[in-house]
Structures are given as structure tokens and as C-alpha cells.
């Protein structure tokens, strides 16, 4: 059985299905929009002639006619131009970072306002002793 769907602006992933299809013998999917990974069954049954013309196909069986789908391993080169820019600034914004803590935890202005407020529930106490003092009694 043949299945000629080429020139058809078909799109999307070719059908893992097809595989499963015993009865075909020629199939023809060039010249369509179809993208993402050939699987390795469906090539070795029918090649890569049939995928012609799909830009967005890939394949890690036949590299010389479509590109290859996994994902390559960045040279060291790359890693290392990573490591140049990331590294200062990550350097950079934890002295920031740390700065930060630093000043808020040092801060003046902070220990006045600790101050006030520590000499403010002082006052509140010594008025409720005033108001409440046991040592005076009244008859009332």
C-alpha cells in the first residue's frame, strides 16, 4: 500500500502510528510543513527521502539531511563564557545583598526608635504603678 501526502501544507508532528501500519510500503510526507523528531523506526523503514522539504523536521539518524534533535553538549568555551559574566555579578549582588543586612542591623535611626519605644513602655509602667499604687488606700 502507498500513502502520498506530500505538497499538502500539512503540519504538526508525523504520526508515531505509522509504524504500526504493516501494510505500507511507500510513503511520501515531502514538501509539507510537518516538524519535530523523525522517529528512528519510521527512517529505517522508509528512509529520508519522504521527509523532504519539511523544514522543521529533525533527526539524529540521518544528520547530513535534517539537523539533529538532541540537544548538543555546550563546549567548554561556552561554560566558561557563562562562568565569566554570571559570576560577577552573583559576586556583586551578594555584597549588596549582605550590605543590606548589614545596614539595617546597624542602622542609627533604628536604635532610636528601639530607644523610644523601650522608654515608652517604661512611662506606661510607671503609671500604672502611679494609678494603681497598693500602698495607698482609699476608702472607696
Do not use: W
Not at 501494510?23 to 514538501?31: I, M
Not at 538532541?70 to 563546549?75: A, G, M, R, T, Y
Not at 555584597?95 to 533604628?110: A, E
Amino acid at each position: 500500500m502507498e500513502l502520498d501526502l506530500s505538497n499538502n501544507n500539512l503540519s504538526g508532528i508525523i504520526p508515531p502510528q505509522l509504524v504500526n501500519l504493516k501494510n505500507l510500503t511507500e510513503l511520501n510526507l515531502s514538501y509539507n510543513c510537518l516538524q519535530g523528531p523523525i522517529r528512528d523506526e519510521i527512517l529505517e523503514r522508509f528512509l529520508a527521502e519522504p521527509f523532504i522539504g519539511n523544514e522543521n523536521l529533525c533527526s539524529d539518524m540521518f544528520i547530513n539531511v535534517f539537523p539533529r534533535c538532541s540537544k548538543q553538549i555546550p563546549s567548554k568555551g561556552v561554560i566558561a563564557e557563562i562562568v565569566r559574566i554570571v559570576l560577577p555579578i552573583s559576586i556583586f549582588l551578594g555584597f549588596i545583598f549582605i550590605g543590606l543586612l548589614l545596614l539595617r542591623k546597624y542602622h542609627p535611626q533604628r536604635r532610636i526608635i528601639q530607644h523610644e519605644e523601650s522608654a515608652t513602655k517604661n512611662e506606661d509602667v510607671l503609671m500604672f504603678q502611679r494609678v494603681h499604687d497598693p500602698k495607698k488606700t482609699s476608702g472607696c
